[in-house]
């Protein structure tokens, strides 16, 4: 599996600044062939109220993640995919800094996709493995 087109991530991150993924500092830094990466500050927008990572901060990048990267692997001028579920295991607290997740591919099928978004404080260390199921749907509007 391979996204079906370059990714351009200037273009991908400017459509999604004015929405939730802007609101909470989240930035694609990276594409590979077949997996996404991006950014999210730990910070005071990120924080649960005992000053460590919100775990709902955690979903919200790794929904973000698994997503945009459901979206590059089909033709969005016919369809688009939308989150069916979504899991979430929070090993590891973190303070402050950067957290970033990578989205690989588990199963990309025809109606539904499976994505696996490790998120990883600055050290490399694990602090949420999640997985999110996808529904590839029809584009049934314009698109924004």
């Known amino acids: 599996m391979a996204f079906r087109q370059p990714v351009d991530l200037d273009a991908i991150n400017a459509h999604a600044r ?21 950014t999210m500050p730990v910070d005071a927008r990120t924080h649960q109220p005992f000053g460590i990572l919100h775990g709902g901060a955690s979903v919200a990048l790794a929904e973000t993640l698994g997503s945009m990267a459901g979206n590059l692997t089909v033709d969005t001028t016919r369809e688009m995919v939308v989150g ?28 539904t996709q499976v994505w696996e978004i490790r998120i990883e404080n600055e050290a490399g260390k694990l602090v949420c493995v999640s997985r999110i199921t996808l529904a590839v749907v029809p584009v049934t509007g314009p698109a924004k």
């Open 18 to 38: 004015n929405s939730l993924v802007g609101h909470l500092g989240i930035v694609l830094t990276e594409a590979g062939e077949d997996w996404l990466r991006g």
């Open 84 to 111: 069916l579920e979504i899991n979430a295991n929070h090993v590891r607290a973190v303070r402050e800094g950067t957290v970033t997740g990578t989205a690989r591919a588990l199963h990309v099928g025809r109606s």
